[in-house]
């Protein structure tokens, strides 16, 4: 496997987003349950960016579109919307992530290719103490996953070709993106992105398999 760069998934890969968007629905005393709040955010979230995507909503970075998408969802203040929006800022990782992010830096580029856009990925990464060597963003092509846009990206920016970087990520669609587009791909599971009975998935056409990041670094080492 000729892989010189992996580059990273965040919202649900890297960070744990529900439980810190319910953490601060709760904290800001909406009515409702904050993880099903939190879920209806999130899949309202992504399907404006799939309306981007078809060309039925013109760009606007993560922040204005989960803005848009509170306000769909629940009646805010100004005030307690940009605190709710700024909470994605500030997610922590999986217990795995930073120290298994580090063991993975020590063997290949490590970088981003996220739909959140480059400032909100330096305040999550700061937030989260993740080191990448690039911050890549959906952003740089003004479009969102599964755009073929975004993953060509990866190799442009790190001056490779597109088989030798590869995508790691727990969503499926994302992997078969990168997949569609040259890339080389990595499934991590994540069986608690949504939650105690979240969907079982996987991903049977990843090149590499993982239980976590430390799995991936084992396999990608031994590669």
């Given at each position: ?5 992996l580059v990273f998934d965040v919202f649900g890969t890297l960070v744990d987003w529900r439980t810190g968007i319910a953490a601060a629905l709760a904290r800001s005393g ?55 929006v700024a909470a994605w800022h500030r997610l922590d990782p999986w217990p795995d992530v930073p120290s298994g992010l580090e063991a993975l830096r020590s063997q290949r ?115």
């Open positions: 496997m000729t892989v010189r760069a909406v009515v409702g349950d904050p993880e099903e709040l939190a879920d209806a955010w999130r899949m309202g979230f992504l399907l404006a960016t799939q309306e981007v995507v078809r060309g039925d909503r013109p760009w606007a970075n993560v922040d204005a579109l989960h803005a848009a998408t509170l306000d769909a969802l629940l009646d805010v203040s100004p005030e307690e919307r940009g605190r709710l580029v490590v970088a981003t290719l996220s739909n959140g856009h480059i400032a909100m990925l330096v305040d999550m990464t700061r937030h989260a103490g993740l080191r990448f060597d690039a911050l890549l963003s959906a952003e740089l092509a003004q479009t969102y996953k599964a755009d073929p846009a975004v993953y060509s990206l990866a190799p442009r920016y790190l001056g490779l070709e597109p088989h030798e970087v590869m995508l790691v990520a727990c969503h499926p669609l994302d992997l078969a993106g990168a997949r569609a587009a040259g890339l080389r791909s990595a499934y991590v599971d994540r069986p608690l992105e949504h939650g105690p009975g979240s969907p079982v998935r996987a991903d049977p056409d990843a090149d590499i398999r993982a239980v976590d990041l430390h799995d991936l670094a084992a396999q990608v080492g031994n590669a």
